[in-house]
């Protein structure tokens, strides 16, 4: 059985082959995301050098988009509502993060 593929899409060959990239590219996203909870900054060092070295930190970066969207969507019912809503409500407001920032970027904590 043959499938038409519409103009400017990839065959579906070459989108399984390329689907394993997109596997990769999530799994390093959740590994990021565990050692940066977990506060081990070794696998987290480890892990920037592997995707850095690999020309690979947009792609896990968006990855870890997609990942936070999905989060921000699942969380919205536990949530009791609009996750947007949600972080503007939060303790950490835009001026107390900048200020956090440029503390860091100086040397020093806020």
């Known amino acids: 059985m043959s499938i038409e593929q519409p103009d400017g899409l990839p065959s579906v060959d070459d989108f ?13 996203a959740r590994r990021y ?18 995707i850095h070295r690999s020309g690979r930190a947009m792609q896990v970066l968006a ?7 999905d989060f921000a969507n699942l969380s ?3 949530l009791g509502g609009d996750v947007q809503t949600w972080l503007d409500q939060s303790e950490m407001t835009p001026d107390r993060a900048d200020a956090e920032r440029r503390q860091n970027e100086l040397g020093g904590e806020a």
Not at 16 to 28: I, K, M, Q
Not at 36 to 48: A, F, K, P, R, V
């Open 63 to 69: 990855a870890m988009a997609v990942l936070a969207l």
């Open 33 to 50: 995301l565990s050692a940066l909870c977990d506060d081990d900054n070794h696998s987290l060092g480890e892990l920037m050098t592997e």
């Open 16 to 28: 399984r082959s390329r689907a394993g990239h997109v596997d990769r590219e999530f799994a390093d």
């Open 76 to 78: 919205a019912d536990r």
